[in-house]
């Protein structure tokens, strides 16, 4: 049974940081593009970040290049996405994803992924 689950979410000020996690299990975890995904109510989804299979490229949406960094240990099955420079226009709840390729993951995601349950991250003053 494929699962992903997020942590690290949580409320901050304008300006600061959230590490998100992202752990993998029941499926080749190398083998699949792990992404982030974010949604606010009422839009649809965004894809926010994405490290390819097999240690291959990183992507990023381009309202978060040199902001976020997404990083991946392949021996823990887990995914992070280190958030600085947090703005208010952030604020989503932020989901794990396990697809084939990157290009399925952003700019949005489409086709078959599986998905975490999500968590929520508000950026306010």
């Known amino acids: 049974q494929v699962q992903l689950v997020e942590s690290g979410g949580g409320s901050v000020e304008p300006g600061g940081s959230l590490r998100l996690s992202c752990v993998g299990s029941?499926?080749?975890?190398?083998?699949?593009?792990i992404g982030w995904v974010r949604q606010v109510p009422g839009l649809e989804r965004e894809g926010v970040s994405c490290?390819?299979?097999?240690?291959?490229?990183?992507y990023y949406a381009d309202s978060v290049k040199g902001r976020f960094t997404i990083s991946r240990d392949n021996a823990r099955k887990t995914v992070y996405l280190q958030m600085d420079s947090l703005k208010p226009e952030d604020t989503a709840t932020y989901y794990c994803?396990?697809?084939?390729?990157?290009?399925?993951?952003?700019?949005?995601?489409?086709?078959?992924?599986?998905w975490g349950r999500g968590t929520q991250v508000t950026v306010s003053s």
């Open positions: 490290f390819s299979a097999n240690n291959g490229g990183l």
């Open positions: 029941g499926f080749k975890f190398d083998d699949y593009a």
């Open positions: 994803a396990a697809h084939l390729t990157c290009g399925s993951l952003l700019p949005r995601p489409r086709g078959l992924a599986s």
